[in-house]
């Protein structure tokens, strides 16, 4: 198992619109291709900041989302953005 972390960085006053392109256009569309467990977190400190993470059984599934559906996505997203997003993907080795 895998878990895709994404840390988005919206401008000022787009928090909200971002954040609902980001569950509209890209969470449900993961959903279908099996990434399931998904939590949207907004940084405590800093209301710019939003982390989207999901766990993808299959890594290949991921893969084929980040290359099919975010790509197509990226060029309006970052139409909310003040920088780029950035990802990173996690093996869990453990869960307790």
């Not at 766990?55 to 990226?74: A, C, H, P, T, Y």
């Amino acid at each position: 198992m895998f878990r895709a972390v994404a840390h988005y960085y919206f401008k000022k006053g787009m928090e909200f619109d971002g954040i609902d392109f980001v569950k509209t256009h890209f969470m449900e569309e993961s959903i279908k291709l099996g990434c399931h467990d998904l939590e949207v977190s907004k940084d405590a400190n800093d209301s710019s900041h939003w982390v989207v993470t999901g766990i993808w059984d299959n890594l290949e599934k991921g893969k084929k989302f980040r290359s099919d559906v975010m790509k197509k996505g990226e060029e309006q997203l970052m139409s909310y953005c003040s920088k780029p997003m950035f990802r990173e993907l996690f093996e869990i080795k453990e869960t307790h």
